[in-house]
Structures are given as structure tokens and as C-alpha cells.
């Protein structure tokens, strides 16, 4: 299997940005030009009050409804956190987790993220499971050990089946909501290397279906040529998903 096999994933990352009110105005802006070509998905992550809004925006739509953050717990006293469960209770398809604004903000290490993703999977729910290097990392010239590292982490304990069921996220923060984007050049050789550990921890095979995405200051103009790239099987974005200029990014991945 390789890119031509594997469907591709245009998600948008609201952030905590939007109201539930603004909901209907954004999808009549999204709407004509979010028709989906065979083998392309496309998701919002939107956050959890405004899940409801945008699951009721969407319905008829091919978009699915993704969530931001989950809890590791399955339930209980812990005060604010959201399950797995009531999430697909809700019908949400997809999860962001390890976003690099949790990891700074909220502490989040690599086994955190890795119990979140093993309570998405047991509740049915796709993780996009994010990593990326700071400017300093690269700078360094680690970005690929680090990276390894965050993914290896991440994935602690995961066999191959459930393997099937994640989506991998490169972000590298520097180019997170500064309009600075990563060359195609150098966000193909990071997903390129991540498949490569793939390969290592769970066969080739296997590691040819995994959609891998980009993500960092992704717009309808960069879009195309970060598509384009071998390992690159879709995005994460940010700042344009909450603009009609998404749907420039679904037709890129539609071509
Ligand atoms: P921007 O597209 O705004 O750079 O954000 C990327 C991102 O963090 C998506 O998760």
C-alpha cells in the first residue's frame, strides 16, 4: 500500500475559538465547498459545549465531529474532565490528543498521551495523536530523535490492530499559528522518518496504511504542495479551519 492507497484526512482544529451561536454562519460560509472525493475525509475538532451545535451543523454532511482533549479515566470524580464514552455518546468520530499547546499548557507527557489514546480506542473513537519539535529542537538538530521519541511513547503498548485505528499528527511548534509553515521538503522528511519508525515498531506493511498529517500554519494556498508529498496524507489545521478557506484545503486533497 502506498499514497494513492491511503485515504486522505483534511481536520481542522478549532482551538478554543467559536461559539455554538457562530456555528450555523460558519457551515453556510464551509458548506458549498465541502464535498468530499472518494477516499478524502475531513473532520472538525471543535470544543466539547460546542460539539452538539456543529454534530447538529454537520448532519447530512460527509465532515465528521471531532473532539480536542480527552480524559484517561473512564469515569468518576475528576472533576471537568470529559470521557471517551460520553464523547462517542455524542457521535464524535475523532479526538485530537498530545496537541503541543496541552503538552506546554497542561503538562501533558507522552504516557499521559498514551492512556488517552488506549481510552479513545476502547470507546471507538479515531486519536490523531500529535508531535513535534520546538524551534530550539531543530535548531539542535534533533528533531528527529525527539519526535521518535514522542511517538514511541505515545504508542506504548499498542499492538497492530489497534495500531490501524490511529492517525499520526506532525506538528512542529514553530510553525504552529505563525504563518511560518514548514517546506514540503522539510515536513516530508519528519513524516517520512515517522513512518520509517512505524516500519520498525509494527512492519512496513502495516506502517503504509497509517495516515500521517501535517500540521502548522497549513493554508488553501500551501496546501496542495504539502499534499503532495509521499508521506503526507493530510493536515491538522489550525487558524484556517475556522474560515471558509478550508474548504481550499478539502480541494487540494481532493485533486
Ligand atoms: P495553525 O494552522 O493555526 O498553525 O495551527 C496548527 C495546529 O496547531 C493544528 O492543530
Request: hydrophobic residues 40%.
Amino acid at each position: 500500500m502506498d499514497k494513492k492507497n491511503r485515504n486522505a484526512l483534511i481536520a481542522g482544529n478549532w482551538k478554543m475559538n467559536m461559539l455554538a451561536s457562530q456555528v450555523p454562519a460558519y457551515w453556510q460560509g464551509l458548506e458549498p465547498g465541502a464535498k468530499l472525493a472518494e477516499g478524502v475525509s475531513s473532520a472538525l475538532c471543535v470544543p466539547f459545549p460546542l460539539i452538539p451545535a456543529v454534530k447538529a451543523a454537520l448532519a447530512g454532511s460527509q465532515v465528521k465531529v471531532g473532539a480536542q482533549d480527552v480524559s484517561s479515566h473512564d469515569k468518576g470524580a475528576y472533576t471537568g474532565e470529559v470521557s471517551a464514552a460520553q464523547l462517542a455518546d455524542l457521535g464524535v468520530d475523532y479526538c485530537i490528543i498530545g496537541h503541543s499547546e496541552r503538552r506546554a499548557y497542561h503538562g501533558e507527557s507522552d504516557g499521559l498521551v498514551n492512556e488517552k489514546l488506549k481510552a479513545l480506542l476502547g470507546a471507538g473513537i479515531t486519536p490523531i495523536m500529535c508531535c513535534g519539535e520546538s524551534l530550539e529542537q531543530r535548531d539542535a538538530g534533533v528533531t528527529l530523535s525527539f519526535v521518535e521519541s514522542q511517538i514511541k511513547g505515545g504508542l506504548e503498548g499498542i499492538g497492530p490492530e489497534e495500531m490501524k485505528k490511529v492517525v499520526i499528527a506532525y506538528e512542529p511548534i514553530w510553525a504552529i499559528g505563525t504563518g511560518r509553515t514548514a517546506t514540503a521538503e522539510q515536513a516530508q522528511e519528519v513524516c517520512g522518518y515517522i513512518r520509517g519508525v512505524l516500519g520498525k515498531l509494527y512492519g512496513e506493511e502495516l506502517a503504509k496504511g497509517v495516515q500521517i498529517l501535517y500540521g502548522g500554519s497549513m493554508n488553501g494556498k500551501n496546501a496542495k504542495e504539502l499534499l503532495a508529498q509521499p508521506d503526507i496524507d493530510g493536515g491538522l489545521i489550525g487558524g484556517a479551519s475556522l474560515k471558509p478557506e478550508f474548504a481550499d484545503i478539502i480541494g487540494a486533497a481532493n485533486e
